[in-house]
């Protein structure tokens, strides 16, 4: 096991790592920008390093900064959390070549999941349904010409990233120029490359990912699934496990496909394949995210396994102990992330001093922020200051549990989405599991 491991992020993601590491008697090294100095995660570390100035690109994207702290503190990992680098190919690369393990997958794996068009045609060739779509295009017009192909709608995708950029809706071949122009210099500026490809656009769908495991040694679990399509502008706002719209035969079918394609890529870690569901039941594979998902909490409540230790003890070189059998999906869990947005001000961004901070407890509420009161929200990051995560034995129980959490969640100082999220959980389509992808975007919210 690694004596010391550097987290290479921030908020609750960081504490979230710190906290395993130290059940697990691992010294923890925190990174830290100028504007988060009196982040929690900073104080509750072992150690603690500034590696730049406030914007994320000069301090937590900073590979040379963080690896020197890892090299100075005598970090023999990094965890990279979510986001920031966590699917960086190169720094990956350079963890390798700097002698520090990369807690994740391989950079080679990174980059071809990372390529939304090698990801596609790989998938493929492994059997694993992909949506009809194209292979990178060229030029606005073999945009046009591949879009009469397929027919409309179609959504013109990024190659790289994700996150919802450089992804634009076409209903009109007379749309499909200004689409490929302008998805293709938002990804440009996005992600640092302009490759984009075209996708038929499935309607009124599900969005259902399968969370895996897999070890050094090629052993694969799939740790159940989950529902993610209570979106907002291709954001997650809710998640739930198991999803009801998923019954123990299409479960069965979603976890080959996923075994299918971790084995295809030699995949190591845990990961999550991400599906579109259909209305008959037909499933197509989205993307590999390598990475732990900001979700993951949910698929620990309902399996009892900590995503994160074993994160950390597969990327130490330990076989799983338990295989597909011993894996048993218990109770419901549901997730919503807590954004500083103010939702009567169509969702702006809001930053601000925490006055006051009353976080919910009970049986199976959990609460994972970095939040503290008198802390100072910082203008320069993700929005997402807090996740709500409940359990119970039946998704009625989780449902009333979490709209009790929320009604007593208090944060004082900014303005948050926690009763928009109260009220929403309460609304027919998610009471009765119908809601779809398009859901808030149908009612313009």
Known sequence: MFPKILIANRGEIALRVIRACKEMGISTVAVFSEADRDALHVSLADESYCVGPAQAQKSYLNMSAILSAAILSGAQAIHPGYGL??????FADLCAKCRIQFIGPSAEVIRRMGDKDEARRTMKAAGVPVVPGSDVLGSAEEARAMAEKIGFPLLIKARSGGGGRGIRRVDRLEEVENAYRTASAEALGAFGDGAVYMEKLLENVKHIEV???????????????????????????IEESPSTAVSPELREKLYQSSVRAVLAVGYEGVGTVEYLLDREGNFYFMEMNTRLQVEHPVTEMVTGIDLVKWQIRVAAGM??????????????????????????ENFRPCAGQIELLHVPGGPWVRFDTALYQGYTVPPYYDSMIGKMIVHASSREEAIRKMQAALCELVIEGVEHTGFFQADLIGEDAFLDGSYTTAYLNQQNR
């Open 211 to 237: 969370q895996l495991l897999s070890d050094k040694e090629g052993n694969c679990v799939c740790l159940g699934e989950r529902e993610c399509s209570m979106q907002r502008k291709n954001q997650k706002l």
């Open 319 to 344: 076989t799983l102990p338990f295989s597909q059998k011993d894996v048993k999906l218990r109770g419901h869990a549901i997730e919503c992330r807590i954004n500083a947005e103010n939702p009567a």
């Open 85 to 90: 680098l966590s699917e960086n190919a190169e």
